[in-house]
């Protein structure tokens, strides 16, 4: 299966700034998910990343919060801007490896 | 849409118990199924996946799912649970047609107790 690099691990963050958390595949895949997973709560999904397009977002997400980039099919990032103490979660992403989907470690952010 | 319900949030057994977590799901379509496990800390493993033909999934760790078409269920069992799967397990679902992605239900949390 694909295997996922995901960093940084864990963040503290000041409340206004921003993070980028990266995902590095070994092997080159069409589309990257990424998904937020709140303490306690299931994994939602922010977007999908298409390498050469726009990130598409589900509801409640917009690209000015959560910009994504996919500059080729082995690499993304997800950014988590102007950060409030809501945004505190876990940040992972995905991928679809012949049905088999494979997620990264997760990135544990917490805003204060 | 798909969307995926887990009916128990919290579940805890016995050392030695059986084990059933229920999974129901929407969809009109083809859907390809999974169950996940959360290990307290870490991160998302998965225990098996349906994807077509014999119903009875069997998956790691002795668990095992059942696919009933006609109820929308993915079933998870497990005939003898163990102290260590204590852990929150989550199905999820996602249409049959490619590079489309998961959608979880809320979780199920399985304390094993001695």
């Known amino acids: 299966s694909a295997v996922i690099s995901q960093k940084p691990s864990r963040d503290i963050c000041q409340r206004g700034t921003s993070l980028t958390i990266q995902c590095q595949v070994d092997?080159?895949?069409?589309?990257m998910f990424w998904y937020r997973q709140q303490p306690g709560q299931s994994l939602t999904l922010i977007a999908t990343?298409?390498?050469?397009?726009?990130?598409?977002?589900e509801s409640g997400f917009v690209i000015d919060k959560f910009p994504i980039s996919r500059p080729n099919l082995t690499f993304s990032t997800l950014t988590v801007s102007n950060m409030s103490p809501e945004d505190s979660s876990i940040y992972l992403c995905?991928?679809?490896?012949?049905?088999?989907?494979?997620f990264g470690s997760g990135t544990r952010l917490t805003v204060v | 849409a798909q969307s995926v319900s887990q009916h128990n949030h919290h579940v805890i057994l016995s050392e030695a118990a059986s084990l059933e977590l229920g999974c129901n799901y929407s969809?009109?379509?083809?859907?390809?199924l999974f169950w996940y496990v959360q290990y307290p800390g870490q991160h998302l493993q998965l225990l098996l996946k349906?994807?077509?033909?014999?119903?009875l999934v069997k998956g790691i760790k002795g668990f095992e799912a059942e696919f009933i078409k006609s109820k929308f269920s993915f079933n998870l069992r497990k005939p003898s649970v163990q102290w260590s799967d204590t852990a929150e397990y989550f199905c999820?679902?996602?249409?049959?047609?490619?590079?489309?992605?998961?959608?979880f239900g809320k979780g199920t949390r399985l304390s094993v107790i001695a």
């Open positions: 995905s991928v679809d490896w012949f049905h088999g989907y494979t």
């Open positions: 092997s080159q895949v069409t589309m």
């Open positions: 990343a298409n390498q050469g397009s726009e990130a598409t977002y």
């Open positions: 969809y009109g379509g083809t859907v390809n």
């Open positions: 349906y994807f077509s033909g014999d119903p």
């Open positions: 999820a679902v996602n249409a049959d047609s490619g590079n489309t992605p998961l959608v």
